[in-house]
């Protein structure tokens, strides 16, 4: 059967379902009794590029049905052997809501971490970090010449393409990076401004290399259009190694190598921030009770809830006002469906066909045809190829006694899915309908 609930129940599920899409929401995946939670399926893709195999964890969003024609956005994680728990975590809760559902992509940096994160190092600029004797004992030769440009190469050209063909993914994608990952964030920001829609980068090292890539974002971006495109950027608490005295509001104006680090950031985010002509969006947060090792969570959490803050739903008050003329309901529907397909560059529906099926029985429950008949007419609009919402809409035309119509939208409901009920429910109805 179609969703049908008592007058009740429509109350208690409606609130139930905003609240699912405003956050209250989780799932644990289990695999087994020894597991409590696993994220990811493992995938291989072969790179001429770098010349390996690199591993992958492909993280489906709850609402993912296999077989399903719907597609998703796409965000490519870095480090995503380490940081995809977290990152789908923050789906399940927030994505319908805050945020939209992603199909996530880790990539797993396990082996050769620094060479893939890092951009080349400068000679010129090498000299800038003298004064850091931490930095100069720990980087070893081999690391001056990172192999930042080669993996950029490897994600668009072998892995953009793999994930395209292989899984139910749009051309809206996002790149998250924490650390070394962050850095190459803002380095495929600066290098190919187009490739990603929204770039993500929690406490990014961008002191590398002297700052060299944050001094050049101006002269790589600056003459781009970047309209549509949104970098946020997080900063942990942790200013400086020794010196409590140091703060958010005095960290610029100390010259010690031990606040290079959060130095660099600040000043790439006044860099990006210059580049407001361009169209480029820019968001920044200071998490001041994290570590650089901590960071990652509420920056994956913050950071996408803001990078999507047009995601979010408008107006729910008066959608769960029963005063609302039917008028305003359908404007608010297509103002939000307007806004989706401005901002994904594609048409999304506006909402689940479950909400919208939801509410029209609730309508219909309560006696308001005219608004039951616009919610099930949108999940015909937003879902043409749902059975469901064919037969929703044929339980809307029997409580009318339009049997014809009725008998007619469930055809269509035959045609998409052959259900033996379905059938059923066509013979009640042609009985129904006089000579």
């Known amino acids: 059967m179609s969703y049908k609930f008592s007058m009740s129940q429509c109350r208690f599920a409606f609130l139930l379902m905003c609240s699912m899409l405003l956050g209250l929401r989780g799932a644990v995946a289990q695999s087994g009794p020894e597991f409590l939670q696993q994220r990811g399926v493992p995938d291989t893709v072969h790179s001429e590029v770098l010349n390996e195999d690199r591993l992958i964890y492909v993280d489906f969003p709850l609402s993912y049905t296999p077989g399903s024609a719907q597609k998703y956005p796409v965000a490519f994680l870095l480090d995503g052997d380490v940081l995809l728990p977290a990152a789908g975590t923050v789906q399940d809760y927030y994505s319908g809501g805050y945020t939209p559902d992603m199909i996530i992509i ?131 608490g942790q200013l400086h190694f020794q010196d409590t005295t140091i703060t958010l509001a005095n960290v610029r104006e100390d010259d010690s190598w031990p606040t290079e680090f959060p130095r660099a950031i600040l000043q790439t985010v006044d860099q990006l921030e210059a580049l407001a002509p361009t169209g480029l969006r820019v968001g920044y947060q200071f998490f001041e009770r994290d570590f650089h090792g901590t960071v990652p969570l509420p920056s994956l ?35 939000r469906a307007a806004k989706l397909e401005r901002n994904f560059g594609y048409a999304v529906p506006p909402y689940p066909e479950e909400l919208l099926n939801m509410s029209g029985y609730m309508q219909m429950d309560m006696g308001d045809l005219e608004k039951s008949e616009m ?61």
């Open 106 to 236: 880790g990539i797993s940096n396990a082996e050769n971490r620094t060479r893939d994160l890092t951009p080349p190092k400068f000679i010129e600029a090498q000299s800038a970090v003298s004064s850091d004797p931490m930095a100069v004992a720990m980087t070893p030769n081999a690391v001056l010449e990172g192999g930042a440009p080669a993996f950029l190469d490897f994600i668009e050209n072998e892995l953009i393409p793999h994930v395209e063909a292989n899984y139910p993914v749009t051309q809206f994608r996002t790149l998250i990076g924490h650390s070394y990952g962050g850095l190459f964030t803002l380095f495929a920001l600066a290098e190919r401004p187009a490739l990603f829609n929204y770039y993500l980068a929690i406490d990014p090292s961008m002191n590398w290399s002297g700052g060299h890539y944050h001094y050049i974002l101006p002269e790589k971006l600056s003459e781009t259009s970047l309209e549509g495109r949104s970098v946020f950027i997080t900063m942990s």
């Open 375 to 435: 919610y099930f007419a949108a999940a015909l609009e937003y879902f043409p190829n749902s059975a469901n919402a064919y037969d929703s809409m044929a339980d809307f035309y029997e409580a009318t006694q339009a049997y014809p119509a009725a008998a007619e939208c469930l055809k269509k409901a035959m045609i998409l899915d052959p259900l033996p009920r379905y059938k059923e429910r066509l013979d009640e109805l042609t009985a129904k309908i006089k000579p």
């Open 301 to 335: 959490m913050e950071g996408l809830i803001a990078l999507f803050d047009w995601y979010q739903m408008e107006d729910t008050h008066k959608i769960n006002d029963p005063a609302t003329p039917v008028a305003t309901l359908s404007k608010i529907i297509n103002h």
